[in-house]
């Protein structure tokens, strides 16, 4: 079955260090792959996507995300945190059995700590 | 540019009572047009999608209901809410044809049933 996971529920850092959110993906073929955040009860904002080509992969607001193709991964990182990007942050893959679809996962909630 | 709309932004309604929720993107044509549900501040559930007018492919059944009247307005209806059918209503589009098939989300509606 294909799949997304983010495996952490919450992540912690304090502000000014690098941080990580995790995503790991399951599916046949070439995914593409979407990284988006998520403020209190607002909609969700694209931030990146890895189609093809270099593995890191820049974004909005600083973020960047690493696609791992053996390890199956697509990390979003940021070298330095800062307490706005304490929000809920979503791996998506798209590209399943040719369709326009998304698969999400679960999302993983950040907190950045002054 | 593309801006994406969904009203109302908030909304209580009660048990049995209809439901209209209303989505129209501006600024490209014959868009791919998601509805999701959102439960609990997290996860994302595909409800509806829509490749074109009156082109409508239902992901989950259950008591809600889509349409497509003009080719770039979504709406999402029930007959009867149920208190299930509370949460966080995203609209979302895409370029048909683009490689990259990146979904853009509106800003959401909140739906309370009691």
């Known amino acids: 079955a294909q799949s997304v996971a983010q495996p952490e529920d919450q992540v912690n850092v304090a502000e000014g260090n690098p941080l990580t959110v995790k995503c790991t993906y399951s599916?046949?073929?070439?995914?593409?792959l979407f990284w988006y955040v998520q403020y209190p009860n607002r909609g969700l904002q694209f931030l990146l996507k890895?189609?093809?080509?270099?593995?890191l992969v820049k974004g909005s607001y600083g973020f960047e995300a690493e696609f791992n193709k053996s390890q199956t991964s697509f990390h979003l990182k940021k070298p330095s945190a800062l307490v706005s990007d304490s929000a809920l942050y979503f791996c998506?893959?798209?590209?399943?059995?040719?369709?326009?679809?998304?698969?999400f996962g679960t999302g993983t909630r950040l907190k950045v700590l002054a | 540019s593309q801006t994406i709309h969904q009203w109302p932004a908030t909304l209580v309604q009660p048990v049995g009572s209809p439901l209209s929720l209303e989505c129209t993107v501006e600024?490209?044509?014959?868009?791919?047009l998601y509805w999701y549900r959102q439960a609990a501040g997290r996860g994302l559930q595909l409800l509806f999608y829509?490749?074109?007018?009156?082109?409508i492919s239902s992901e989950v059944p259950q008591n809600l209901s889509a349409s497509r009247p003009q080719d770039r307005q979504f709406i999402l209806s029930s007959k009867k809410l149920l208190l299930s059918d509370s949460g966080f209503y995203l609209c979302?589009?895409?370029?048909?044809?683009?490689?990259?098939?990146?979904?853009?989300f509106g800003p959401g509606t909140r739906l309370t049933v009691l």
């Open positions: 600024g490209t044509s014959n868009p791919n």
């Open positions: 979302a589009w895409s370029v048909p044809g683009r490689e990259t098939d990146t979904q853009y």
């Open positions: 599916v046949s073929g070439n995914p593409y």
């Open positions: 998506a893959v798209s590209r399943l059995s040719g369709t326009y679809k998304y698969i």
């Open positions: 829509s490749v074109g007018i009156g082109q």
């Open positions: 890895y189609i093809t080509g270099d593995n």
